[in-house]
């Protein structure tokens, strides 16, 4: 078992942010919180940024100029609920937290709140995730968007209180997590990508390489200049032991374990969608789905890592 920071926290976070690869756990982490009567995790958002940096949401609304003329908001805010938000991209749909946003929050409302704001960027990453905490009638907001994980320093930086819960997983399973997922996907290049067997595979490949590395080694600088606002989890340990490990991320938050916390189903469009409990067996059912050699080539480009993590040992594979 990977070894957690010895110091936890009491006090209360100024607000959440679950980041980490995607597959990894991290919307089981949203649901596990979300079950708390005091915290509210928003859909992701991509506000910062998001693999490619230009499609974050700020990028974006950075074209409507100075915020500090209400009319520059105004035409903002008009952007974000006339849909052409949701077409800005070639890649990709909006985030879900910007759709919930325009079906379930006053277009007056959302203006109100930047008008009143400071209108910078970080009053405007607050509204998003306060509209969704009072819609809730939660008081600690937070957000969950995997690709912040590039981000901690401008969060830490906007929130000193808040609290950074980075989700790990062994790469072979979000591998075949990943590749079995992308196959449903409608958009490019996977919808391209997919009509080629290898081609599908090598890409999959690729691009768990490099999240997962990137992933692995943020952690190591993550967890030196951070202490008090950072924390990592192995999804195979929480889903292995999840009231230990639920009540130690409360204990890191400052909020009070619930027994509801536990009462979750299978959340994932995985093998066992949709059961109730957690899904203990997906800590290791990769093992059963991978191919010999693309379990060699992580083992031979992140030996150092999974040993690190507890996902192998020197004397071979757990």
Same mark, same amino acid.
């Given at each position: 078992?990977?070894?957690?920071?010895?110091?936890?926290?009491?006090?209360?976070?100024?607000?959440?942010?679950?980041?980490?690869?995607?597959?990894?756990?991290?919307?089981?982490?949203?649901?596990?919180?979300?079950?708390?009567?005091?915290?509210?995790?928003?859909?992701?958002?991509?506000?910062?940024?998001?693999?490619?940096?230009?499609?974050?949401?700020?990028?974006?609304?950075?074209?409507?100029? &100075?915020? =500090?003329? &209400?009319?520059?908001?105004?035409?903002?805010?008009?952007?974000?609920?006339?849909?052409?938000?949701?077409? =800005?991209?070639?890649?990709?749909?909006?985030?879900?937290?910007?759709?919930?946003?325009?079906?379930?929050? &006053?277009?007056?409302?959302?203006?109100?709140?930047?008008?009143?704001?400071?209108?910078?960027?970080?009053?405007?990453?607050?509204?998003?995730?306060?509209?969704?905490?009072?819609?809730?009638?939660?008081?600690?907001? @937070?957000?969950?968007?995997?690709?912040?994980?590039?981000?901690?320093?401008?969060?830490?930086?906007?929130?000193?209180?808040?609290?950074?819960?980075?989700?790990?997983?062994?790469?072979?399973?979000?591998?075949?997590?990943?590749?079995?997922?992308?196959?449903?996907?409608?958009?490019?290049?996977?919808? *391209?990508?997919?009509?080629?067997?290898?081609? !599908?595979?090598?890409?999959? *490949?690729?691009?768990?390489?490099?999240?997962?590395?990137?992933?692995? !080694?943020r952690h190591s600088k993550y967890k030196a200049v951070y202490p008090n606002n950072y924390y990592v989890l192995r999804f195979e340990d929480l889903v292995g032991d999840p009231q230990h490990h639920?009540?130690?991320?409360? &204990?890191?938050? @400052?909020?009070?374990?619930?027994?509801?916390? *536990?009462?979750?189903?299978?959340?994932?469009?995985?093998?066992?969608?949709?059961?109730?409990?957690?899904?203990? =067996?997906?800590?290791?059912?990769?093992? +059963?789905?991978?191919?010999?050699?693309?379990? =060699?080539?992580?083992?031979?480009?992140?030996?150092?890592?999974?040993?690190?993590?507890?996902?192998? +040992?020197?004397?071979?594979?757990?």
């Open positions: 078992m990977y070894q957690y920071a010895d110091t936890l926290h009491s006090t209360t976070a100024e607000a959440i942010f679950i980041v980490g690869v995607s597959r990894s756990g991290t919307s089981l982490m949203r649901k596990i919180l979300n079950a708390s009567a005091k915290i509210a995790i928003s859909w992701e958002n991509h506000f910062l940024g998001h693999l490619i940096a230009s499609e974050g949401a700020r990028y974006k609304f950075r074209k409507f100029g &100075d915020l =500090s003329k &209400d009319e520059n908001v105004r035409k903002l805010v008009g952007y974000i609920y006339s849909g052409e938000f949701r077409k =800005s991209s070639k890649y990709r749909d909006v985030s879900a937290q910007w759709r919930w946003i325009t079906d379930k929050i &006053d277009k007056d409302d959302f203006t109100s709140r930047i008008l009143e704001s400071d209108r910078s960027e970080r009053a405007l990453f607050t509204i998003m995730m306060r509209v969704f905490a009072d819609n809730k009638n939660k008081p600690i907001i @937070g957000e969950k968007t995997p690709a912040h994980i590039r981000y901690v320093a401008t969060i830490i930086e906007w929130f000193p209180d808040g609290r950074i819960i980075h989700m790990i997983r062994d790469p072979r399973a979000i591998f075949v997590s990943e590749f079995r997922r992308r196959k449903q996907a409608t958009t490019y290049p996977y919808k *391209l990508l997919k009509r080629f067997s290898l081609l !599908y595979k090598l890409y999959i *490949l690729l691009q768990t390489t490099i999240v997962w590395f990137e992933s692995a !080694y639920i009540t130690q991320v409360c &204990d890191f938050v @400052g909020v009070d374990f619930q027994d509801i916390m *536990l009462k979750q189903f299978v959340v994932s469009g995985g093998f066992r969608a949709g059961q109730d409990g957690f899904d203990a =067996s997906a800590a290791d059912r990769w093992r +059963q789905h991978i191919d010999p050699w693309i379990n =060699s080539w992580f083992v031979f480009w992140f030996k150092k890592y999974l040993k690190e993590f507890g996902y192998i +040992q020197n004397s071979g594979e757990l």
